[in-house]
């Protein structure tokens, strides 16, 4: 199954698929707040110039695709030039594969030895022959291809296993009008981080809740949340007219990548998570009363006191445990 469009103007209703992250459900408090500054990512390298909507080998004359536009597998149009771009770039720069290794014989899928210059060298070439051509705004691994605006389509050209991918079964989907390229907020995720639009607000609480008690410890969940903002609630697919919200529905293809470019890293683990605290204090073991479990957003709770888990941006949340009591 592929990433879906959720900027698109179809959104899925039902979306197969587990995380490893466990959520939990939101309120609609609508108390006030002031949004605090985004957590940052760093993009994937790529030695590409960006896509503008002037003319060049860097640009793209077109103009400026429909963010909105419809994506679906049809009937690829355009699957020659990406072909076409790839035998270029094993022909000028066979550095960048081992010719020796091929997945299957005759079928042109060699070993990739550098990836992302080998998915820059396509998108170049593609340029060079007169299209507008970028890396995946969503999928870095991703070229999107256009020679009007018409449409667009997308194809991936790496397979999992390190080989070229090519054919038929490189093609991933033609979106109409054509789809890229889009103005991308400044404080937008980075392109190819996985987290598309609508783009997440800030965190702006995390919601702690105790998921079980075990014989020696209670296990703490925290799950960042966005809001007030009913409009991005509603638009990511919570129709219930709440105000706060995850970053996605648990089950969403993109809640992850969301997650981990909107919370960030924890301060003392530097995993990707919340900072978990017991009176101020880092958890660190079960001397110190609470520990972080295998998953940052899940902590083990051993003595009474005020837990609070955190985001990057300071956005927090707060949960009293009294073992005598509870």
């Not at 179809?10 to 609609?28: R, Y």
């Not at 707040?33 to 003319?55: D, E, F, K, Q, R």
């Not at 007169?130 to 070229?143: H, K, P, S, T």
Request: proline share 9%.
């Amino acid at each position: 199954m592929f990433p879906l469009r959720s900027g698109s103007k179809w959104f899925p209703l039902v979306v197969a698929g587990v995380l490893a992250f466990t959520a939990a459900s939101c309120g609609d408090n609508q108390d006030s707040w002031t949004p605090p500054p985004t957590a940052v990512v760093t993009p994937p390298p790529s030695t590409l110039p960006p896509m503008s909507g002037g003319s060049g080998s860097s640009g793209c004359a077109l103009g400026a695709g429909d963010p909105d536009a419809v994506c679906e597998r049809t009937v690829p149009q355009m699957m020659h030039f990406i072909d076409a771009a790839i035998g270029t770039v094993v022909a000028e720069k066979p550095h960048l594969f081992d010719l020796k290794v091929e997945k299957g014989e005759m079928t042109g899928q060699y070993k990739v030895l550098n990836k992302e210059v080998y998915i820059d060298s396509v998108v170049e070439a593609l340029r060079k022959m007169g299209l507008c051509a970028q890396r995946g705004d969503y999928d870095y691994e991703v070229v999107e291809v256009k020679q009007d605006n018409e449409l667009s389509e997308e194809y991936d050209i790496y397979l999992s296993d390190g080989h070229i991918r090519r054919g038929g079964g490189s093609y991933r989907e033609t979106c109409i009008p054509a789809a890229f390229p889009v103005e991308r907020p400044a404080d937008a995720p980075p392109q190819g981080s996985g987290c598309g639009r609508p783009f997440p607000p800030p965190i702006s609480r995390v919601k702690i809740k105790d998921q079980y008690k075990n014989d020696d410890f209670w296990t703490l969940n925290g799950t960042p949340m966005v809001g007030p903002d009913v409009q991005y609630c509603a638009e990511i697919g919570f129709t219930d007219g709440r105000a706060l919200c995850p970053v996605r529905p648990e089950g969403h293809p993109e809640r992850i990548a969301c997650e981990t470019w909107a919370v960030g890293e924890a301060l003392d683990t530097g995993r990707v998570g919340p900072t978990w605290y017991l009176d101020g204090e880092f958890c660190t073991g079960p001397e110190s009363g609470c520990q972080n479990a295998d998953n940052q957003y899940l902590l083990w709770a051993y003595e009474s006191g005020q837990y609070s888990a955190c985001a990057s941006n300071g956005a927090c949340g707060y949960f009293d445990l009294n073992k005598e009591t509870y």
